[in-house]
Each structure stands twice: as C-alpha cells, then as structure tokens.
C-alpha cells in the first residue's frame, strides 16, 4: 500500500459515487490510470466529468467507494490527503491564480510551504518551469497583467513546480478567447510528450486525437464508453457518445 | 473665540496645552487600541468562518457579545467590574494605578475589544467574497488550511476591505471620547475642564471639534494611502470618488 511502482496504477477509482442532496453526480464509476497515460475524459455538461477528476485530489469527497492515488487511499485524514495533494497537480477552467502574488510568488508559495524547498530552490525550480510554459520574462508581473493563456500556462507551471506524478485538467481552455486556446493546447502536448501522466476533461476533440491513450466519455454520472481514440472516433458503441461526438465534432 | 487657548490655567499651563495633552491621550488610545483591535479583528474573522464549529462558535460569541453591548457599558464593566472579578490582590492593584494609567489600560481594552468585533465581521464578508476556487487552487497545491489562510485567503481579504474599515479607524478614533466616563483626560475631557474653568464653552469645544476634524481627514488620507499601497496590480481600483472638500490634502490641480 505504500510506494508504487511502475506495475501499479497511479490512480484507481473502484464503485465511486458521489451525490450533491439528492442529485446523484456519479453513479459508482470505475477508472484506473497507468503511469504515463493520457485519459481524456469527455461528455455534456452536468454529465459528472469534473466531479470525476475533483474527487482525485479530494477538492470533492466521494461519498462511497474507494479512490487509490499513488497508493494512498482517499479517507478524511487530513495528512493522507496533503500528501496525496502534493503529487497531483491540478489547473483550473478559470486558472485561479492568486492574484495579489507575482507570477513567481504564485509559483513558488507552495513548493517552498508543502514541499519545504528554500527560497532560491523555489525560485529555480519556478523559472525552469515558466521557461517551459513560454513565460519566464513575466515572472515579475502580476496575473492581473496577463492575458488568459498566459495565466493559464503559468498555472501550469504553478502546478508544475510541485513535480506532481498525475496532472488534473478540468476543462483548461474553457474559460480562454480562441485564440488563446493553441498556446495552452501546445503546453498540454508538450507534457504529454515527456510522458506526463494526465487526465483532462476537455472539449477539444482535436486535442483528444491528438494526445490521448483513452478517451472516456460520461453522461449522467456514469462512464458509458471508453475506449483508445481510434475506436472512439471511428466506431464509438454507445448511441450517446455518438449523438455527443456529432454536436462537438464540427 | 479661540483667545481661551492662549490663557494660562490653575496649573500655570496654556490652555492650548491642556487640549494638546488631551489629544496626546486621544490619539495614544486610538492608535494602540486599533492594533489591538486588528489583531483580534483578523483572528476572531479567520475564525468566524473556520471549518471547526468549535471555533466558529467561539468567535460568533465573541462578535456578538462586544458588537451588541453598548460602548460606553463596556466601558464601566473594564473599568469598574473587572477589577471586582479578579483575584482580591490582582484586583486591588489595578484599582491602585495610578493616573492617567488606571483610567487609560481599561479603556484602550474596552475600546481595543470592541473595535475588533466590528472588524472581525468586515474580515469575515472579506473571506467571504472571495471567489472559491482560490481556496480549492490552495489545496490542490497542498497547501495547509493554515497557510492557505495565511497567505492566500487573508491578503486578499484584508485588500478589499480597505474602504470600510477605513470607516473602523473612523469609529476608534472618535470613540476615545468615551473614556472620559472614566475620568481619563482625553480631548473631550480636557475642552470640557477649559469650559468649566473659564466658562467660554463654545471655544473650547470648537477647539476640540477643529482638532477631531483635522485629524479624521488625516486619518481618511491615511487610508487612501494604504489603499493605493497595497492595491494589486492588473486588478480594477477600488478607488471611492475624491470630493473636492478633500482636495484640501490632495495633489494641486486635481480638480
């Protein structure tokens, strides 16, 4: 139950359920993640994909069955879930960064707080990952003064600099101008490249082509197909995913 | 009208000493009753909207009990009750201080608690209007609750709160007034010892009244000063209209 190694999965999800009042979000979902796997995750809004990948850091609490991350099991022990946090990064639709910290602030508070790095290992640590993400001359500016796929690629090299094992994305260019949309793609694919372990919850279907060992397509709380991007796009099963895949793929 | 200042009291003193002394009281209790009064302020609002319902009720009980107790009542319970609730020698030795000390200690802390109720709620509306995902960015970094309160949720609070506890430092301020109640020589006391010595009440309040204006305009720049100081950068000021009455401490040609 302790260290994993490349055998094991970096995340399994076993029966998961998740309920807000009566309105059931996920409806004992299954999903185990590989070391390295890119796993797209995809459906109509409402359909319980972002719960899905909230739930693997705890940013929501599943109400029953198991979730193992990096073998730790999620329960409400405090310390368990910090650790669990310290190896899954996760960017946000709508970035979050802090705004009253510098770019270098945003990226160097938690690595020097939660992983006890010295300032100047923080800092280093900071402008080799913004220097990856195309943004090291902004590192001084505030993310006010940013455009949103600039503060969008800083929040993942925000993310970045803890050198998690699995990135979490939920919906990332969602909230972008169009524009906008091709920076953050190019990021994402960058680390995907390098063998970054990753699940993302994206409309970008291009994208899911793109990078994706697994596509998993949700609808009312359950994962109702998933399969490699070939089988997906090409000759999906479920006469769900096929009505979903006709309104996005345009 | 002002001629009383420059007449000499029993003691042999200006007048306009005695008002100068006063507004040294003034602003002594103002100024370290309003760090008193931030301290708790931020403390008991962190805790107002802690996760543990201990604490959450500890600091509603706080607020509610300094917020709903009129001033001047606090002000005859730390003067006149406490000393009669602690231990008999504890008890004996504050009544003993000596002047101005006996009167001053109990109103900085009346003043100080009651100010931080007020702020305390201003801190917690500020936690409160945060947007949500900066709390949840905070822990998907792994940060503790406590820094996460530390250095993301409370900055960015205490930024937007600016403007109305502008309106707290106000309050402090003009409250000291009270703690004349309890024989401490502070502006008002001392304008109305000039009145009663020289029978020229009008001049003597409106010395004190001039003083209490002056200073509330300082106070208010002061606060635009800390405002601009601390805004961040990219973000939309919060900035209230200048009224020209203010221009009075303002750049030249702003208006």
Same mark, same amino acid.
């Given at each position: 139950m302790n260290q994993s190694n490349a055998n094991t999965n970096v995340v399994e999800m076993i029966d998961v359920c998740k309920r807000y009042g009566t309105f059931e979000a996920l409806k004992k979902v299954n999903l185990s993640v590989r070391k390295g796997e890119r796993i797209i995750i995809c459906g109509p809004s409402g359909s319980g994909k972002s719960t899905l990948i909230r739930c693997i850091n705890r940013i929501e609490q599943h109400d029953a069955g198991s979730i193992v991350v990096e073998g730790q099991e999620l329960t409400g022990a405090e310390r368990d879930i910090a650790k669990v946090r310290r190896e899954v990064g996760m960017v946000f639709q709508s970035f979050n960064l802090f705004p009253h910290l510098t770019i270098l602030e945003n990226c160097t508070l938690a690595p020097r707080r939660a992983r006890g790095l010295s300032k100047a290992e923080a800092e280093d640590r900071a402008m080799h990952y913004l220097s990856k993400v195309r943004i090291p001359d902004q590192a001084k500016k505030y993310p006010g003064q940013l455009s949103g796929g600039q503060q969008q690629r800083v929040a993942i090299a925000r993310a970045l600099c803890m050198e998690p094992r699995v990135m979490l994305f939920d919906e990332p260019t969602s909230a972008l101008d169009p524009e906008m949309v091709k920076e953050v793609l190019d990021t994402m694919i960058g680390l995907a490249e390098e063998g970054m372990t990753m699940l993302c919850v994206t409309h970008e279907m291009g994208f899911a082509k793109q990078v994706a060992d697994r596509v998993v397509f949700m609808d009312g709380g359950q994962k109702i197909e998933e399969a490699d991007p070939q089988t997906f796009f090409g000759a999906p099963e479920n006469d769900r995913t096929r009505a979903f895949l006709q309104q996005v793929l345009h | 009208m002002f001629d009383v200042l420059?007449?000499?009291?029993?003691?042999?003193?200006?007048?306009?000493?005695?008002?100068?002394?006063?507004?040294?009281?003034?602003?002594?209790?103002?100024?370290?009753?309003?760090?008193?009064?931030?301290?708790?302020?931020?403390?008991?609002?962190?805790?107002?909207?802690?996760?543990?319902?201990?604490?959450?009720?500890?600091?509603?009980?706080?607020?509610?009990? %300094?917020?709903?107790?009129?001033?001047?009542?606090?002000?005859?319970?730390?003067?006149?009750?406490?000393?009669?609730?602690?231990?008999?020698?504890?008890?004996?030795?504050?009544?003993?201080?000596?002047?101005?000390?006996?009167?001053?200690?109990?109103?900085?802390?009346?003043?100080?608690?009651?100010?931080?109720?007020?702020?305390?709620?201003?801190?917690?509306?500020?936690?409160?209007?945060?947007?949500?995902?900066?709390?949840?960015?905070?822990?998907?970094?792994?940060?503790?609750?406590?820094?996460?309160?530390?250095?993301?949720?409370?900055?960015?609070?205490?930024?937007?709160?600016?403007?109305?506890?502008?309106?707290?430092?106000?309050?402090?301020?003009?409250?000291?007034?009270?703690?004349?109640?309890?024989?401490?020589?502070?502006?008002?006391?001392?304008?109305?010892?000039?009145?009663?010595?020289?029978?020229?009440?009008?001049?003597? %309040?409106?010395?004190?009244?001039?003083?209490?204006?002056?200073?509330?305009?300082?106070?208010?720049?002061?606060?635009?000063?800390?405002?601009?100081?601390?805004?961040?950068?990219?973000?939309?000021?919060?900035?209230?209209?200048?009224?020209?009455?203010?221009?009075?401490?303002?750049?030249?040609?702003?208006?």
């Open positions: - | 420059f007449q000499r009291g029993f003691d042999g003193r200006l007048y306009l000493e005695w008002l100068l002394s006063g507004l040294g009281w003034t602003l002594a209790l103002a100024f370290i009753g309003w760090w008193i009064a931030f301290a708790i302020g931020v403390l008991v609002g962190v805790g107002r909207t802690s996760k543990s319902r201990v604490i959450a009720a500890l600091s509603r009980l706080y607020v509610e009990i %300094f917020r709903n107790i009129p001033v001047l009542v606090q002000m005859f319970l730390w003067y006149f009750v406490l000393p009669e609730l602690l231990p008999t020698g504890l008890g004996t030795w504050v009544k003993q201080l000596p002047p101005p000390w006996g009167a001053f200690f109990p109103a900085l802390l009346c003043l100080g608690t009651y100010t931080a109720a007020r702020v305390a709620e201003q801190v917690r509306a500020g936690i409160e209007a945060l947007p949500q995902g900066q709390e949840e960015a905070a822990a998907a970094l792994g940060l503790s609750q406590l820094d996460t309160r530390r250095f993301v949720v409370v900055p960015q609070a205490l930024r937007l709160i600016i403007p109305s506890l502008t309106s707290e430092v106000m309050g402090i301020y003009k409250n000291t007034s009270v703690a004349l109640t309890i024989g401490l020589l502070e502006l008002t006391a001392q304008a109305r010892q000039i009145s009663e010595n020289t029978f020229q009440t009008f001049g003597a %309040f409106a010395s004190a009244t001039i003083i209490y204006l002056l200073l509330a305009l300082v106070a208010y720049r002061l606060m635009l000063w800390i405002d601009a100081k601390y805004h961040i950068p990219g973000t939309s000021p919060s900035k209230p209209a200048r009224k020209p009455l203010f221009g009075l401490f303002g750049k030249r040609g702003a208006a």
